[in-house]
């Protein structure tokens, strides 16, 4: 026995006494019918004893003693006192929240609006924006090291072996070290070719994980080596749909880019390690001292009380002991820092600004909610000064009705956290349903109500019930009381403190939601912006798929080019195909960086190399590119047949880079050379061949490449496919077709299997639903804000009615006097309406200045837009003055139907 | 002439409501009332009500047990029984009580001496 005897015993007394607190009425008649019995019994006794029935029944009383204080006694013994009050003060707050049943079922269903809304927004945030962005098994400790050139302002993410070999020894900074790369596979000889995204990964980064696969296992450090056996783990989602969830599934081969790797694990559902479908072991060569084939991220956990600031302290020493070793034959070493980036960091940098204005507008939902409930609950306190008065002459305490008052502010509190959190339940599923499945980055089944998110929620409105309940009941005991009991009934609008604190609230809400309807109507209009935005070509009636050819079957360059010359030439005699081309990167694929860009230099112009950030985005491509894409030949011609391998080498350039480095003049017939490629090496097959002189042929309109659609279009370069001694195997191929895009998928990919009847496509799907999800996350944040919007106004309507209603109530006689003496209906709907045209002009006021303030901070979400626009704002403004009015004239007209006779009596 | 009554000493209800269950067995209110009024013929002041919270006390320790049922005049009655637990304590109870007893009993003998 943990527990001594006697704690044991004060356990068992102090649940019987809280048990006794419940179901007090059942227990009191208990206690009841069994003193009845004793009395009767012992009368009965004293009959016997000769006495009368009379007599019998007084001196039963005398020998019992006082059966009150029995009684009292005994609830005293049963019970805990405290709690008691407490229960006391509970039922008496329930009877008058009850007896004020709408004020508390609007304040209530205001808490559970704003609870509600806010963690199903927050969740929704969470799961959309921060979680789908991060891999999904990675902890929080999870960090990559990156390189930094700052002579060329570039990042290094890809770390070549020795560089891998190099941050692994630092084994007193790093519990673990991983590597890990993309990639995709060509999957064959099963009922279908297809191509799968798929992961590199060290055996360490898989065990940094922590997760266990379901069937089988992950790989072991001896299989992580060059040469070592070809094995795989599968996703689940691969598991079933290409084995169709066997069970015996360990063991059996999946052929990947001509290989047969052999299957020893399947890893959980929703399982997703940057992102991919399968994981077979990096097996990088150490021996490769090639220190600028660089192919893998470096991902690591800190050892445990290791500071980021010591980890980037010894990687800096690292960097410069590398520097000093191999800076002659490696010129990116210069100056160069290793560090490292949280991943939570690294991965949501790019959606920060989003996420922060979404959280603030969440923020600002809370708020006024907070300042809506205050406005009611401060409204319903002065309402209640003459009971509160009276209480206190009869003899309560000070803290007693403190208590009280605290007690009733909590219920509602907690009723409304109740309500809220099931609110969110409920709604978020709906929420969830009403984005467009291909807006939500990630299946919607994993968006969950956020359990922080609801702690949270309920905190504030805690929080909010003691800081309403509180203000109001300190400044109404704080009233002289014998004043008050006089006045109470007779003041007109209440008192004045209530009165100030309601109206700074109400301007408070205003301005507030000001502030969120105008970071809604600027992100509005910055779509609108965004979607009349010219992409450089015609997205429409446009398909895109891609290919990957196996290095097994195409080893040399002509293999290659003469393999997509021939499916493009298939292609094209479908019916209903106007053109097709292929190319080494489509616009709106990637994300925000092109994937590959060189440094070049213009003949005859020494020293203006175009180097680092400089450089210009490289695309290789087949011939009718251009045609089949729509995009505008600006100068000169596009490539054509007498572009052919012996021919002159020949380059198109952008307006962009023609702006740049021809300032408008004629660019044709100059040349360039190509320098130093970046960019992933499994992106980018062909090698890099220097000092090659290319003729420039012709400049063509910009096309928007990457799906990020509002960074600036870069300087590029194309170059004919059949021109490349080293050509890349991965293209992807558009087709400009006269009928819905998506319905020639199945005839291209059959043209291009009478070439091939083992090359799978993959990626398949139309420009314009690229196109549409380069704006997705912008339109979610968009639908989200107007979603806000729509709740604040909803609030701050009800905010303003309420007060509005609750003055009217209390300037009942006012009126009536005013209507006495003469005041038609209209004067006294100006009367009303005028004050709530005050508070909405204050509040519009205050709110247009703190927007200003406030959305500056988003610009950077902004395409096109100022931040301060003043259309915008005033156009807020105005919105929300006119929503004022709106919301002050039906207690306006409430106040006409004051009759003056009955108010005056 | 009535005999002066005594009060009940502070604490020592509870000795006395347990000694009267172990006696009797499952016993109501009225009857254990009665009986501590029989054995101490009268000598004993007790409010009856009294014996109430200390019955509540009891059952809150685990000592005893209460149920209802009917009495022998066929009424609904609740009737308190001894619990294993309350018979150690009795036990417990009525040892540390004779121990005083005899350590008063002797202090006032070596006084009268």
């Known amino acids: ?905 | 002439m009535e005999q002066p009554r005594g009060e009940v000493l502070q604490g020592t209800l509870d000795l006395i409501v347990l000694k009267t269950l172990d006696t009797l067995g499952p016993q109501h209110g009225y009857g254990i009332a009665q009986r501590i009024q029989q054995v101490s013929e009268d000598l004993l002041k007790l409010n009856q009500g009294t014996l109430y919270p200390a019955l509540l006390r009891l059952e809150q320790r685990g000592w005893i047990s209460s149920k209802w049922g009917i009495s022998e005049n066929n009424r609904k009655a609740k009737f308190y029984s001894l619990t294993r637990s309350g018979r150690k304590q009795l036990a417990n109870e009525a040892e540390s009580w004779e121990r005083m007893a005899a350590v008063i009993a002797r202090l006032l003998g070596a006084e009268g001496t």
């Open chain 1, 1 to 905: 026995l943990v527990l001594k005897e006697h704690e044991m015993e004060r356990l068992r007394i102090f649940v019987s006494r809280l048990l006794g607190i419940f179901a007090v009425r059942r227990r009191d008649d208990s206690f009841d019918t069994e003193l009845g019995n004793h009395l009767e019994l012992l009368t009965e006794e004293n009959v016997r004893r000769g006495m009368s029935p009379q007599e019998a029944r007084y001196a039963a009383r005398r020998e019992f003693g006082g059966l009150e204080q029995t009684k009292q006694a005994y609830r005293e013994q049963r019970g805990l006192p405290f709690l008691d009050t407490l229960l006391q003060d509970l039922h008496f707050g329930l009877r008058l929240l009850s007896k004020d049943a709408r004020l508390s079922l609007v304040i209530v269903a205001i808490l559970a609006v704003g609870i509600g809304a806010g963690t199903s927004l927050y969740s929704l945030i969470d799961a959309c924006l921060i979680r789908s962005s991060i891999p999904q098994p990675v902890k929080e400790r999870w960090d990559v090291v990156q390189g930094y050139l700052p002579n060329q302002k570039r990042y290094l993410q890809y770390m070549s072996a020795p560089e891998i070999a190099a941050v692994k020894q630092l084994t007193e900074v790093f519990e673990s070290v991983g590597a890990v790369h993309g990639d995709s596979f060509n999957v064959t000889r099963g009922e279908y070719p297809e191509r799968v995204l798929g992961t590199h990964i060290s055996a360490s980064g898989m065990t940094m994980t922590h997760v266990a696969p379901i069937l089988g296992r992950t790989f072991r450090e001896d299989e992580d080596r060059p040469g070592g056996p070809r094995v795989v783990v599968l996703s689940y989602e691969l598991w079933q749909h290409r084995f169709s969830g066997d069970a015996n599934v360990l063991g059996r081969s999946l052929w990947l880019n001509d290989l047969d790797y052999t299957v020893i694990g399947v890893m959980p559902r929703y399982f997703d390690l940057w992102g991919g479908e399968l994981w077979i072991p990096a097996q990088i060569d150490f021996a490769n001292n090639n220190r600028a084939d660089r192919q893998n991220w470096i991902v690591a956990v800190l050892r445990e009380g290791v500071t980021e600031q010591q980890a980037n302290a010894r990687l800096r020493t690292l960097a410069k002991e590398i520097e000093q070793h191999y800076g002659s034959t490696t010129p990116e070493y210069r100056d160069w820092e290793l560090r490292v980036w949280n991943i939570k960091e690294a991965v949501i940098g790019g959606v920060k600004p989003a996420l922060l204005v979404l959280a603030g507008a969440v923020g600002l939902l809370i708020l006024i909610v907070c300042f809506n409930v205050g406005v009611l609950l401060l409204a319903r306190a002065t309402s209640r000064l003459k009971e509160i008065a009276l209480r206190t002459a009869l003899g309560a305490t000070r803290w007693r009705l403190l208590r009280q008052l605290l007690t009733e502010s909590l219920l509602l509190g907690f009723a409304g956290g109740a309500a809220g959190v099931i609110l969110s339940v409920g709604c978020l599923p709906l929420l969830v349903h009403m984005i467009p499945r291909e807006w939500l980055p990630i299946a919607p089944e994993l968006v969950r109500v956020d359990h922080n998110a609801i702690a949270v929620a309920c905190l504030i409105a805690a929080v909010m019930g003691v800081l309403f309940g509180t203000a109001p009941a300190l400044q109404v005991l704080k009233e002289n009381t014998a004043e008050t009991l006089k006045e109470a009934g007779s003041k007109v609008g209440g008192s004045r403190f209530g009165r100030l604190a309601r109206n700074a609230l109400i301007t408070c809400e205003i301005a507030l939601s000001v502030v969120v309807l105008s970071g809604a109507a600027l992100m509005g209009e910055s779509y609108r912006h965004l979607e009349g935005l010219d992409l450089g070509f015609r997205a429409d009636h446009l398909l895109r798929f891609m290919m990957s050819l196996p290095a097994t079957k195409y080893s040399s360059a002509q293999q290659i080019a003469s393999f997509f010359g021939r499916a493009l030439e298939q292609i094209r005699s479908v019916g209903g195909v106007q053109g097709a081309a292929a190319v080494s990167g489509a616009p709106m694929v990637e994300r925000s960086v092109d994937s590959i860009s060189r440094d070049f230099t213009i003949e005859g112009r020494p020293g203006q190399d175009a180097r680092g950030a400089e450089n210009a985005n490289l695309r290789i491509i087949s011939s009718g590119y251009f045609e089949t894409i729509g995009a505008r030949v600006v100068q000169g011609r596009t490539f054509s047949d007498r572009d052919g391998r012996e021919a002159p080498r020949v380059a198109i350039i952008n307006q962009t880079m023609a702006r740049m480095y021809w300032s408008g003049a004629n660019a044709v017939g100059s040349r360039i050379q190509l320098g130093r490629q970046y960019g992933r090496r499994e992106a980018f097959a062909g090698s890099e061949e220097n000092g090659v002189s290319l003729t420039i042929v012709g400049v063509v309109s910009d096309v928007r490449q990457v799906r990020v659609i509002d960074v600036p279009v870069r300087q590029e370069i194309y170059v004919p496919l059949v021109q490349q001694s080293n050509p890349p195997r991965i293209m992807t191929i558009l087709i400009r077709s006269l009928r819905d895009p998506a319905q020639l998928t199945r005839s291209a990919r059959d043209a291009i299997q009478t070439v091939d009847a083992e090359q799978p496509i993959y990626d398949a799907g139309t420009m314009e639903e690229a196109v549409a999800d380069s704006f997705g996350p912008k339109r979610l944040t968009l639908f989200l804000l107007v979603f806000l919007s729509g709740m604040v106004l909803v609030l701050a309507c009800t905010g303003l009615h309420a007060t509005l209603s609750y003055s009217v109530g209390q300037r009942r006689q006012e009126i009536g006097i005013r209507m006495a003496v003469g005041a038609s209906h209209e004067e006294i709907l100006r009367l009303v309406v005028f004050e709530g045209a005050k508070l909405g002009l204050m509040g519009v006021g205050a709110g247009v200045v703190t927007a200003l303030a406030m959305t500056r901070l988003m610009q950077v979400l902004l395409y096109q837009v100022d931040a301060s626009d003043p259309l915008i704002l005033g156009g807020t403004g105005l919105a929300l003055i006119s929503v004022a009015l709106l919301a002050s004239y039906l207690p306006a007209r409430r106040a006409t139907n004051v009759n003056p006779t009955t108010v005056l009596q």
